[in-house]
T-cell receptor, first 115, second 114 residues
Framework: AQKITQTQPGMFVQEKEAVTLDCTYDTSDPSYGLFWYKQPSSGEMIFLIY??????QNATEGRYSLNFQKARKSANLVISASQLGDSAMYFC????????????FGRGTSLIVHP | EAGVAQSPRYKIIEKRQSVAFWCNPISGHATLYWYQQILGQGPKLLIQ????????DSQLPKDRFSAERLKGVDSTLKIQPAKLEDSAVYLC????????????FGPGTRLLVL
């Protein structure tokens, strides 16, 4: 199976600092999309940011940016100016094509922001 | 715009019993997903519908799990009979189905099998 790997089970960051959450992926498809989701303790998954495999520029959405290195098959999430409310689980997901768009999620990284 | 609705939110059953979950996606979303999320893991796709057709169900344990999406709108996921290892959160999500479109998730159903 083509995998999504998130090697950091847990990360700690001080409020107002930046943090990078790692994600690497397998794929043999030339066309794919990469997503990051946040899952607070309440349990609901919240979409954060999207990067397409053919996009020339790294995606940004407010305090979230994606460091996309296609040759390395990595799509790291950067959160700038961390806030206490950023404490949550973060999941990287890949959507591959090939006729249908099937999503695969990583195991997640737990982020704790402390004052 | 209303989000993805799921019910029930919590369910406790004994092993070998049956259980059903319901999902109503965001209006106009053609694609509907059911995921199983075991504690400490990422969501695992069980089944994906495009309108009322199945796109992928390769990870659905078909001997005990079934799902349907009648009329291409809401969907039900059933487990019969349940096993202890089915204890998990069952997430429903929907999307417009185009490659760049994000999935929008419901609050999930927490299932405990005793």
């Amino acid at each position: 199976a083509q995998k999504i790997t998130q090697t950091q089970p847990g990360m700690f960051v001080q409020e107002k600092e930046a943090v990078t959450l790692d994600c690497t992926y397998d794929t043999s498809d030339p066309s794919y999309g990469l997503f990051w989701y946040k899952q607070p303790s309440s349990g609901e998954m919240i979409f954060l940011i999207y990067q397409g495999s053919y996009d020339q520029q790294n995606a940004t959405e407010g305090r979230y940016s994606l460091n996309f290195q296609k040759a390395r098959k990595s799509a790291n999430l950067v959160i700038s100016a961390s806030q206490l409310g950023d404490s949550a689980m973060y999941f990287c997901a890949r959507l591959t094509s090939g006729g249908s768009y099937i999503p695969t999620f990583g195991r997640g990284t737990s982020l704790i922001v402390h004052p | 715009e209303a989000g993805v609705a799921q019910s029930p939110r919590y369910k406790i059953i004994e092993k070998r019993q049956s259980v059903a979950f319901w999902c109503n996606p965001i209006s106009g979303h053609a694609t509907l997903y059911w995921y199983q999320q075991i504690l400490g893991q990422g969501p695992k796709l069980l089944i994906q519908f495009q309108n009322n057709g199945v796109v992928d169900d390769s990870q659905l344990p078909k001997d005990r799990f079934s799902a349907e999406r009648l009329k291409g709108v809401d969907s039900t996921l059933k487990i019969q009979p349940a096993k202890l290892e089915d204890s998990a959160v069952y997430l429903c999500a929907s999307s417009l189905g185009r490659p760049k479109e994000a999935q929008y998730f419901g609050p999930g159903t927490r299932l405990l099998v005793l």
